[in-house]
């Protein structure tokens, strides 16, 4: 039974670029939700997709955007990338729109110099 | 709003020592999910525990044990007879049940180091 996977593991971009961050979620499951862990601190919620549209959404600007396909995968995009968006991106993926229950894959490292 | 305070930033404890990580949580809600994570140093948060904001049993699965107190807003976690395998990063989490909102919150950790 595969697990939540993402890609890349890591990533450097350099200020101002545009990095697209990929998520395939757990077998059996329709929802995926985007976390942001700066170094040292707890995940923090960007956004949630369900059915191709997002759900719910954290306090995060429209540079970040998403995307869900009709296989659940998931994209998170990031656009004009600064210094402060450095941090490991998690992808969580549940059942049915909702956060009971999430299955967290290893995350990708993004690194912007 | 909804705050999780984990004041403990790191514990360092030798190999078989019993060590609890405090969790102490914010929310006008009255029903909401606490959670705990274990981070490993390969980034993947691992799911340890759910609990509801009726149930206010605790809990013990092997070495580890909850105790949830809602008249103290604090949803502890304690691992007896440590091992080193338990070092990680731990988060506790609060998700509302109500209001429709979904999202949830997490602390900022507790490091624990299991020294051998």
């Known amino acids: 039974d595969a697990g939540v996977t993402q890609s890349p593991t890591h990533l450097i971009k350099t200020r101002g670029q545009q990095v697209t961050l990929r998520c395939s979620p757990k077998s059996g499951h329709d929802t995926v939700s985007w976390y942001q862990q700066a170094l040292g601190q707890g995940p923090q919620f960007i956004f949630q997709y369900y059915e191709e549209e997002e759900r719910q959404r954290g306090n995060f600007p429209d540079r970040f955007s998403g995307h869900q396909f009709p296989n659940y995968s998931s994209e998170l995009n990031v656009n004009a990338l600064l210094l402060g968006d450095s941090a490991l991106y998690l992808c969580?993926?549940?059942?049915?729109?909702?956060?009971?229950?999430?299955?967290f894959g290893p995350g990708t490292r993004l690194t912007v110099t | 709003a909804q705050k999780v305070t984990q004041a403990q930033t790191e514990i360092s404890v030798v190999e078989k020592e019993d060590v609890t990580l405090d969790c102490v949580y914010e929310t006008r809600d009255t029903t909401y999910y606490l959670f705990w994570y274990k981070q490993p140093p390969s980034g993947e948060l691992v799911f340890l525990i759910r609990?509801?904001?009726?149930?206010?049993q605790n809990e013990i699965s092997g070495r580890y044990s909850w105790n949830f107190q809602k008249s103290t807003s604090s949803f502890n976690f304690t691992i007896t007879a440590s091992q080193v395998v338990d070092s990680a990063v731990y988060f506790c989490?609060?998700?509302?049940?109500?209001?429709?909102?979904?999202?949830?919150?997490f602390g900022r950790g507790t490091s624990l180091i299991v020294h051998p």
């Open positions: 609990r509801n904001s009726f149930d206010e």
């Open positions: 989490a609060l998700r509302s049940l109500s209001g429709g909102s979904y999202i949830p919150t």
């Open positions: 969580a993926s549940s059942l049915g729109g909702d956060s009971y229950e999430q299955y």
